[in-house]
Nanobody
């Protein structure tokens, strides 16, 4: 059974940092692009960041560019999201996702991802 398990969420104050992790099990995703998305209450799921299968290329939503960094460790089958200078508007459930097709460049569309984690809550207080 394929699983993506996120961890590292929590309650922090504005300006603080958090590091999210997403550990995959059941198969390797070392040849698949992976991404992070988030969903705030009453809003649609939105793209946050994506990384190619080798980790050589990344892309970010404008709202997090310069503050968030996505990375991966294929040996550990894990992807990370380092979040700095957090703002109250970053409050959301954060989801890790993996594309099912190998060797793609990483999509900003949640519809292109085949595997999803259960999500981890990030709450930023002002």
């Amino acid at each position: 059974q394929v699983q993506l398990i996120e961890s590292g969420g929590g309650l922090v104050q504005a300006g603080d940092s958090l590091r999210l992790s997403c550990a995959a099990s059941g198969r390797t995703f070392s040849s698949n692009a992976m991404g992070w998305f988030r969903q705030a209450p009453g809003k649609e799921r939105e793209f946050v960041a994506t990384i190619t299968w080798r980790g050589g290329s990344t892309a970010y939503a404008d709202s997090v560019k310069g503050r968030f960094t996505i990375s991966r460790d294929n040996a550990k089958n894990t992807v990370y999201l380092q979040m700095n200078s957090l703002k109250p508007e970053d409050t959301a459930v954060y989801y890790c996702a993996a594309e099912g097709t190998r060797f793609l460049s990483g999509s900003k569309r949640y519809q292109d991802y085949d595997y999803w984690g259960q999500g981890t809550q990030v709450t930023v207080s002002s």
